[in-house]
Nanobody, 124 residues
Framework: QVQLVESGGGLVQAGGSLRLSCAAS????????MGWFRQAPGKERDFVAT????????YYADSVKGRFTISRDKAKNTVYLQMNSLKPEDTAVYYC?????????????????WGQGTQVTVSS
């Protein structure tokens, strides 16, 4: 059974930084894509970034490109999202997700496994 557990959310001032972690367990993730998505109140769940587990290929939403960095540590079975230069509009619940490699990795409905989410609040 795949489990994804996020941590690292919190309250930060605009311009600050946070690092989110996603501890993954339950299988080996070779051939998988790991993603971060976010959902603000009253809005749909939006794509943030993805990384392929085996090769580390990354892909970012335009809104976070240059500010956020996704990475993974194979030895720790953990995916990270380093968030810098945070803005109030980054406020959301952030979710970690996993799926087998393939097309349309920015679509949340293509992911099989989800974590419970971690709240990120950026104050102005």
């Amino acid at each position: 059974q795949v489990q994804l557990v996020e941590s690292g959310g919190g309250l930060v001032q605009a311009g600050g930084s946070l690092r989110l972690s996603c501890a993954a367990s339950g299988r080996t993730f070779g051939g998988y894509t790991m993603g971060w998505f976010r959902q603000a109140p009253g809005k749909e769940r939006d794509f943030v970034a993805t990384i392929t587990w085996s090769y580390g290929n990354t892909y970012y939403a335009d809104s976070v490109k240059g500010r956020f960095t996704i990475s993974r540590d194979k030895a720790k079975n953990t995916v990270y999202l380093q968030m810098n230069s945070l803005k109030p509009e980054d406020t959301a619940v952030y979710y970690c997700a996993a799926r087998i490699n393939g097309r349309d990795s920015s679509r949340s409905d293509t992911y099989n496994y989800w974590g419970q989410g971690t709240q990120v609040t950026v104050s102005s």
